[in-house]
Structure formats: structure tokens, C-alpha cells
């Protein structure tokens, strides 16, 4: 999927694209303001579960990246409005840090909920989640990433335990944020835009690239963060472009 | 595979078919009386791996069954001689109590070998055994199993945590105990006869039955331990009989 003109709006991950852990992306600062000159419209989307968007704000803005709230689509976010929506009694297996934005797990839960709880994944709450799954709730999962990529190395994200628990249970999760086609469709939709209108900027060729390559939107891979080595080489998902960062994928982009 | 003839030699798996925690299933201390005074050579295979054999016999023999520790073979024992035999450095994320029977983790190890850690699963400690696995070593699994029964309801088994490992690393592990084939040969080249001469009870459907069924061993289904309501009806996994439980079986395999 080569592009052939100027994308309308870009859609951007963070943890591994902008920054990792609390340290931009050498050049991605100015990039991102060099990008924000442009006047293309920019949507961040997350599947990092481990903290509320206040905090992702904040981190990102004493990073040096101007960024707001409302330009951010998280997969906390995202799942509290599926619960809403199917009126929902989760038990939440996530990080202490969300529960104020996602909410207090139900005393009489119908389904399990899982984010990346990070050190809170204890044998006991997973055991607790197995059991409730044995009951024949529905399973949803905020994100299925494999992994990412902190300042010491990479480290089990939430996917690991999505899987653990749907061996054991022989249930089989619903994924909320990426590579969910809904999720990219819901920023394209507040965008007004279609997805070959659009353009992702990722580092997660599996949620990143695929999932919005599924729904037709062009991605640009970068060598950051979680990429390793033969991510530019896989059969099925084809990025339209791999640089070596964001600041290359700005100049890439501005270049069209 | 229903038996034509009386078997030569009885499988017999552990937790599950002749007790539940430290309580036998009830009939099951008198049933093993009646089927040892049969004369029919025993054996007892188990993918246990929280406890070292000394404790698993010390267990039984509390219990009233008496049996040898050379009659049990354990998914920990088959461990320890593939490790030897391969002259492997492993990490181990296995129980504290199993160290003295399988021994200590390669301060520079060359492999990871998971047991059912059970609370010592935590994110540190699988974390780490992802990093290592993230290094490109060969994974073993002393087992796969998905749960087990405790007094208290279900509980994660091992497998679990081989899934969360095999999928965030890209790493497929080996399975050492049921349903390998090597597991149940091992038992049979030490009885000294074929498959279809032996017969095996068990209460796991995929790991016993289906493990059994594969060598050419058929099996006894017992509705106690992890039976659950359609194990009885798999379409590829067909036991010879399903019956209530072990004194049940003992009574089946004698009139035969």
C-alpha cells in the first residue's frame, strides 16, 4: 500500500513511536511540532492500559509533546463505553492506577475485564478471573500486545495474560483496542474521514500496522521501540513505508 | 476402543482419580486394595510438579494407598533426565519445593524450564523467564495442563503460564509429562509391554485419555476431579469407558 497522495489526518502511537518509558524518541519533540505546523489533524491512539489518559497527558507534555486530552483515544477509554454501552457488571483485572477512569469492579460481576495490571497479574487475581470465566462470562480484553519495550527491556504487556487465561477457560476474548477494526473506525469516524484518507505512524507491526492495514488505512513502520529485527519483512502485513523513527516519518510524510 | 481382553499392566493418574487434595475420592483406598490383590502391575503417572515424589508418596500413604515410590512417574523425575540427558543449563520457574528434586537454576542459563510454580508465578518472575525466552533459548514445559481441582473450586495449572509465555515470546515449548508420547512410552518400556496391553484411568480428557489414545493406550474416564459435564462426548477424543468414578473403574477392569 504505497501512498499516492497527501493523507487528511494521522493517526500516531505513542509508547515506542514518541517516547519510551519517561524519554522522547530522540527528535520526535520537534517533529511533532514540525508535524502540528503542517495542519494535518493528529490522533493518538493507545493500547497502553497501565494509566489514565490524565496521566498520559501529563507525561507525554513534560516530555515536551504538545498534546491534548481530547486528541487521545485509549483502550481504557474505548472499553468503558463498551461496558456502558451492553450494560455490563465487570470484575476488573487492571492496574490500581485506571480504576478511577474504568471504575470499581461489580461485588455480583457478569464479565471479566482485563488491562495490563503490570505487577498486580498475581497468581490469586488471575485464579479469581480463571474461576469467573469457568462460570461462562464474556471475557473482554483492553489490548492483546505481546509486548513492549521499557527503558531495562522488553516486557510481558497484557496479551500474555489474555492468553493464559483463555487456555485455561477455553474462552476466548473480545479485544477492545488494537488491532480491533472498531477502534481504528471509531477515530476515523470522529475525524470524518476514510481510512485511505488517513495514515498510521506505528512501531507494533502486529496491532499497529496490521490492524490498520485490516481496515485500509496505510501504516508507516518505525524502527522503535518494540520492532525487531525481520518486522519489515513479513508476508502478510506490508507497511507502505519503514523508517528508522517518527522524525523519518514526518519528513516522509511531509514530503508526499 | 473398547477392551477386548484384560490389560496386562494399569496406568493410573493421580490428583483427580484417586484423591482431591489430601481426600481420597471416596471407595478409592479399598478400590486399589482389590486391584493390587489382582496382581496386575501398577503405575502411576503425574503431571503434578508443586511437590517432589517423596511428598506426593508421604501424601498417598496419609491417605491409605499404598504405593512405592518406583511405581509413580512424575512429569518432574522425566524432566530432570531430559535436562541430563541434553546436558542443558536451565532457568527453572518452577515451585520452591520441587529444587531439590529437579535442582538449582544455571546462574548463565541456556534454557527455560517452566513446573507449576503456582503463587510463585508472579509478573517478576515470568517476566524474567520471557526475557530469556525474548534471547532465543528452547522452552520445556513439565507440563500444559489447563486446571486442576482443589477443594475450593478449579485452579489454573501450568499451562496457563506456558501460554502466556508462548505467546508473548514467539516461543513453542516442549512438553515433558502427559499427553507427550515419550511420557506414557517411558511407563510402558518399563512395564515391558505394547500399548494395547496396558489400560490407563484418568480424569483429564486432552491430557490421559487423549494422551493414552495416541500411543495406542486406552482409556478409563472418571466423572470425579476436572470431569466436566460433555468430556464424554468429545468427537476426536473417545475413551473406552466413562464411569463414575475409580472404584467404578477397578470393578470394570475386573470383569473383564
Do not use: W
Not at 500516531?12 to 522522547?24: E, F, R, T
Not at 477494526?181 to 512501531?203: K, R, V
Not at 519483512?233 to 519528513?251: E, G, K, T, Y
Amino acid at each position: 500500500m504505497p501512498l499516492t497522495t497527501r493523507p487528511q489526518a494521522v493517526l500516531i502511537d505513542l509508547a515506542g513511536v514518541l517516547h519510551i518509558d519517561d524519554q522522547p524518541i530522540p527528535g520526535a519533540v520537534g517533529a511533532l511540532r514540525t508535524l502540528r505546523s503542517s495542519g494535518l489533524p493528529l490522533r493518538f491512539l493507545t493500547n497502553t492500559t497501565r494509566s489514565p489518559t490524565s496521566r498520559i497527558v501529563a507525561t507525554l507534555r513534560q516530555m515536551g509533546f504538545a498534546i491534548e486530552p481530547d486528541e487521545i483515544q485509549t483502550a481504557v477509554i474505548a472499553t468503558r463505553h463498551l461496558v456502558e454501552q451492553r450494560k455490563l457488571r465487570p470484575h476488573y483485572l487492571v492496574h490500581p492506577d485506571i480504576v478511577d477512569e474504568i471504575g470499581p469492579s461489580h461485588p455480583e460481576p457478569d464479565a471479566v475485564v482485563l488491562g495490563d495490571a503490570g505487577p498486580h497479574f498475581t497468581f490469586a487475581s488471575l485464579n479469581h478471573a480463571f474461576r469467573l470465566l469457568m462460570r461462562g462470562y464474556p471475557f473482554i480484553a483492553m489490548a492483546r500486545n505481546r509486548y513492549f519495550k521499557e527503558s531495562d527491556g522488553l516486557t510481558l504487556d497484557v496479551g500474555a495474560f489474555v492468553n493464559c487465561l483463555e487456555f485455561s477457560s477455553g474462552v476466548t476474548a473480545e479485544v477492545v483496542g488494537k488491532p480491533a477494526a472498531t477502534f481504528f473506525q471509531s477515530a476515523l469516524d470522529q475525524l470524518g474521514i476514510g481510512p485511505e484518507q488517513a495514515i498510521l505512524i506505528g512501531d507494533d507491526l502486529s496491532d499497529d500496522i496490521g490492524g490498520a492495514q485490516a481496515v485500509g488505512i496505510p501504516g508507516i513502520l518505525v524502527r522503535t521501540g518494540k520492532f525487531r529485527a525481520g518486522d519489515d519483512a513479513h508476508p502478510q502485513i506490508r507497511p507502505s513505508n519503514v523508517v528508522a523513527d517518527f522524525p523519518a516519518a514526518v519528513n516522509y510524510l511531509l514530503d508526499c
